[in-house]
Structure formats: structure tokens, C-alpha cells
């Protein structure tokens, strides 16, 4: 026999404005910088973390504004606007565009005309240059639906993540080692190598054609890039064949760990390409190991990949070592 009584409902307690704000915070979200031009032409824009995907047919994105933001009115006028996505290293950005005694935010940030004279900011995630689509009034929030006309993501870095009141990165706690000092480079190419060999096995197994083909195609690139004024455009290329092999293994937890510990080798090399001589940077040594790691991967031979990665890390290894015992035996500069 069934039971027919309800289940009790818990108490409503009071509504609390400021635990409802704590909940929501729990969602992290990305930060972005809203741009458009005002009436009078004016560049203008404000720091938002409410922007949304709604629609792909057709691509449709969202955001919010108070309605007691001095820049409404100008929102509320425009045809056209910008949504930037920040990177993890432009919080300083976030900041500027957030405080209202900055009158004129734009004054030393580096920006380009875009969609209908929009400001796009230079050197952010991702770019989405929209028509207004439509304006609708939400409580104490004016929601802006725009259909994005050009879109861009063209730098691979973590974005700058909002959460409980703070920025925060994704690769934080790597990040915060690094500053300490706790991050050797060392140590750092031994958990490089760790993961790899882990997404090397993955690609072996779930890698398609497509990936293989995409990896080879960089390397006929890096193969091109042999003058002293390719170097440093050789070492990111370097670093993009590891995004290359870790989209091949087609896991998306150990890529988050790639990409974390790839963001920290990416400053660490262009460090290096900017301090170091060309025949130093230039590691001939290393092309033969990519191409074997491809070839292996594509015939599924995870043993011989595996054995092309180790040859590959452990002459990073030594060049490392090489390349410390030299600048802690290089005469100390005067003042």
C-alpha cells in the first residue's frame, strides 16, 4: 500500500540577500571587459563576469549591467559592443576597468578599432565583436543579448577565473610555488615529462588521423625555422607540438594538468630565448625525437613513443643542467 502522505517541506527561512550572493559565487566564472563606443564616440567599458553562451544558430552571448551603471545609457544606445576575455595575467586590467575614479580607462591599454569602431583590447583570451541583438529589463539588471559577427581566440593561456569574491587562476597553487621559488626547473621538466608520457600512451590508443596529421604539419613548420631570428618562434612552436600530442590523448583532466604545467614552461623558454645566444637555443638534437614520437604514435606503438619521449626529456634535462653551470660560472656584472 502506497503512502499517501507529502513530505514534510523544510522551514522557509527569511531570504538573505548577502548569502545569496555568497552562494552564487560559488560558480566560478570567467572575467571579461565589456567595450562599445558612447554617443559622442568615446571608447568606454567596464569589467563584467556574467557573460554566457545562449545560442550557436543562431551565436548568440549574453552579459548584464546594474541598472544604476553610469554607462547604461551608453549601452542602451550602441548598435555594436565587444565582449575581451582575460587572460590569467591581466587582472591588473580587470581592476582598472572596474574602479570608477579611472575616468578615462583606456589611456595606456593597448587597443584596436574593431566591429563598428568597437575598442577590442589587445592580447586577451578570446574576442567576440556583436550587434546588439536585443535589451531586456531583469530585476535591478539590464541583460544584453548580442549576435557575434567576428569572434578570435587566439592566445593559449588559462583565463582569468572569478570565484567567492577573488581571481583566481587555474593554475594557482602552480603559479603561487613558482613565485615562492618552489618550482625548479628540474623539477618541473620531471612532472612535464610524467604527464606527457601519460597523454603519449593516451594518443597511441585514441589518437586519430586527424591529430597525427596536425602534429606533423607543426613539425614540417619547425623544420622551416632554422635562421637566428626564428628562435624563439621555434621554441613556442615546441611547446605547441605538447598541446598538439595532449589533444591527441583526448582526456580532459590530465589536459588541464598539460596546460597548467605548460604555462609555467611557456614563461620559463621565452625566458630563455630572449637571454640566450642562437646556437644555444637551436637543439638539432631534438627534431629526429619529434618525428619518432609522431611516427610511433601513428602506428599505435606506444613502447617506441615512450622510449622517443624519454631520449627527448632527458636531453632537455642536460641542456638545463648546461645551461645553469654556465650562468653560475659566468663573471658577475658590475654596477
Not at 575614479?101 to 565583436?129: M, T, Y
Not at 600512451?201 to 589518437?207: D, H
Not at 615512450?306 to 645551461?323: D, P, S, W
Request: aromatic residues 8%.
Amino acid at each position: 500500500m502506497s503512502d499517501t502522505n507529502p513530505l514534510p517541506q523544510p522551514a522557509c527561512a527569511p531570504f538573505d540577500a548577502r548569502e545569496f550572493r555568497r552562494a552564487l559565487g560559488t560558480f566560478p566564472t570567467g572575467v571579461a571587459i565589456i567595450t562599445t563606443r558612447d554617443g559622442e564616440g568615446v571608447p568606454v567599458g567596464l569589467t563584467c563576469n556574467s557573460f554566457s553562451s545562449v545560442s550557436l544558430d543562431p551565436p548568440l552571448v549574453l552579459w548584464s549591467l546594474r541598472t544604476s551603471s553610469k554607462l547604461l545609457r551608453a549601452f542602451r544606445g550602441t548598435s555594436a559592443f565587444a565582449i575581451n576575455i582575460l587572460a590569467e595575467d591581466q587582472s591588473a586590467l580587470s581592476a582598472r576597468f572596474a574602479t570608477s575614479s579611472i575616468l578615462d580607462k583606456f589611456e595606456g591599454v593597448a587597443h584596436n578599432p574593431g566591429f563598428r569602431g568597437v575598442p577590442l583590447i589587445n592580447q586577451c583570451v578570446a574576442r567576440f565583436q556583436c550587434s546588439t541583438f536585443s535589451v531586456h529589463e531583469a530585476g535591478d539588471h539590464v541583460v544584453f543579448i548580442g549576435k557575434v559577427e567576428h569572434f578570435e581566440h587566439g592566445r593559449e593561456e588559462d583565463p582569468l577565473v572569478f570565484y567567492k569574491g577573488a581571481y583566481m587562476m587555474l593554475a594557482q597553487s602552480l603559479r603561487a610555488l613558482s613565485a615562492e621559488g618552489r618550482v625548479s626547473t628540474p623539477a618541473l621538466i620531471e612532472a612535464r615529462a610524467g604527464v606527457y608520457g601519460l597523454l603519449l600512451r593516451l594518443a597511441c590508443e585514441k589518437g586519430n588521423d586527424g591529430d597525427f596529421d596536425g602534429l606533423e604539419k607543426l613539425l614540417r613548420e619547425m623544420d622551416a625555422q632554422k635562421a637566428r631570428g626564428d628562435m624563439a618562434a621555434r621554441a613556442v612552436a615546441a611547446l605547441d607540438f605538447f598541446k598538439l600530442l595532449t589533444q591527441a590523448a583526448h582526456n580532459d583532466v590530465l589536459a588541464i594538468v598539460a596546460q597548467s604545467l605548460g604555462t609555467l614552461m611557456q614563461h620559463s623558454v621565452m625566458a630563455q630565448a630572449t637571454a640566450l645566444p642562437w646556437d644555444a637555443m637551436h637543439q638539432p638534437e631534438l627534431t629526429p625525437l619529434r618525428h619518432k614520437m609522431v611516427e610511433r604514435m601513428r602506428a599505435r606503438d606506444a613502447q617506441g613513443a615512450t622510449e622517443a619521449m624519454t631520449a627527448y626529456f632527458g636531453h632537455v634535462e642536460q641542456f638545463q643542467r648546461e645551461m645553469a653551470l654556465a650562468s653560475a660560472n659566468a663573471p658577475a656584472m658590475s654596477a
